[in-house]
């Protein structure tokens, strides 16, 4: 029987929509900022000078009004403010500046940069972007009460997103599993070789083609030797163990068989590293983040659940989740 | 190929002068070099216009000027002034006065283009905020530019009648990157392999020992300088080696419970 779920005590975070509405009038803004600048630029010959002139000019805007007033006109219009974390102070300039600074670049490149901005703010947890990471921010609704601490921030993730509940657990959210998947090779000294082997091959004079597909099948054969029997054995791989995460088969109680891991690491092998698979790993990635079960195909293909390690308390289960997160494991 | 995007440590100082030289490097490419390293001139099929054609000879005389030519430090003579046993230099549009030797330092200050700059200052932003945490900014600094020296004269030794000019940071950064792999070899990288495609955190001195080896892998009919980068990484690591004895540099290192890959009991 997994542990109950207690709703943490915790306050609103601001609704994407409003996250949005301001980075349009800060947008706006930046536009506005743009069209003296094109004056006195050479744009035609110098764009990349023209293009960091108007990112030092929507820098200063930024900083000067987060760390004066806590938020952006954009902000100030829509009800939100920047606050930093552990305090009831305003932002500091170096704060600010690191906010501005991140914010800026990515909005000065179009296409991908706008895909991080938005991407962030919509998939985050707390809508906190690569901004509010690199400046230890959080953008809340006026009236927040603060300080907003650190050890907090799992409770307002979930009252923003209150977490599934398995009949095995509390269900891994994507952006966890997502990034406990980057710690894979976390103590896996033959995969890495391995990966630093095959990345060397890509430089021999052989076709790219017979390197891509002869690489890929090796890699294959080992991530999927390795996964099946670390995840038969443990029910996790490293990156599982680091996020709190375990795979857990409801057939046997524990984890998988040895065929039902096989199963499973083979359609996510095929899913991953064949380029093909992609398609597969997009239909896992919203399987995973928008059904109740958070089941991916691999999960189906094993038959498994992927679930907060029930052996750890509740509030242990949260606190490892937001750790990855933020970044803070490894 | 492995493209390293950040490391799993967070500096405990404000790494000014990476910030610097980030800045500096921005600074000259945007401003002091001539707009055609911005916008190539229009290549059409029709002859280039007086104003263009103005623009290619200001950039060409750029370069010749302020980046390094092998053939100029052997000789210790300008190419403009023909000096014996140096190849035909690859433009006619030569400076009229040079500092041969000022050129060493200049040439780690200059980019081609806009690609060249961004991906040597992301590498730099990699590699170079730690280093600096760990060594402090004044040996930071001078193993970035002793190291882009080194990686100069290697450029220089592998070539000696070469009189292709060498421009680019990548020597000095490739000197801050051999600093990372002896200040932090337990680090980790999260990277972008090639081959299988994917983004995992891997050992920084997996990472870094993969692209020192790799280097011997480009071919020389590329436009890129493999001896800088394996020149200036071995020189960072040598250089690295004694910084790490200074008192004051001693006293700059971390806990080991910064590098710890596992997750701490509490959480």
Redesign the interface.
Known sequence: MPPAWTPPVAGPVPERGTRLGARAIDLLIAGAMAMPLVLVT?V??????FL?LLWVAMVAYETALVATTGATLGKLAVGLRVVPLDSTARPSA?AAFRRAAVTSALTLVPLVGWGILVFGTLADALTRGMADRAADTMVVPKRTALPIRHRDLPGYADFARPPRLSPVGRVGDLDVRARA???????VPLL??L??V???????PWSGLT??VV??AV??VAFVVDETVRVARTGATPGH??A?LVVHSPARGGPPSLGRSFARALVFGLS??T?VGLVLLGVSALLIRSSDTGRSLHDLAGGTWVVADPRLSPE?QR??AM?MRL?E?? | ??LPFRD?LEPRR?PWVTFALIVVN?VV???LQP?AF??APDDGEGPLDRAEYE?VVDAETFVMRWALVPCEIRTGTPVADAPEGCDEAPTRHLPERKSVYLALLSSMFLHGS?DHLAGNLFFLWVFGRNVEDRLGPLVHLAIYLLGGLAASLTSVFTDLHSAVPHLGASGAIAATMGAYLLCYPRA?I?TQ???????????AA?VL??YF??QF??GSDSNVAWEAHAGGMVAGFLLAIPALRLPWVRRLARPDSDF????PT??
């Open positions: 050479n035609g010959h110098r764009p990349f000078t960091a170096q998947r980057l710690r894979r090779l976390h103590g890495v070789v990966v630093a095959l990345n060397v091959a890509t430089f021999l390197v891509f690489g890929t890699w294959l163990e680091l709190g991953a590293y380029g242990v606190q490892r750790r970044g494991v490894a | 190929m492995a799993n404000v921005c490419f945007l401003l707009s911005q916008t623009r806009i980790r999260l392999v090639a081959l299988p495609i994917q983004f995992v955190y891997l050992p997996v020992v993969l080896v790799t892998f480009i710890a890959a596992t997750a509490s959480f």
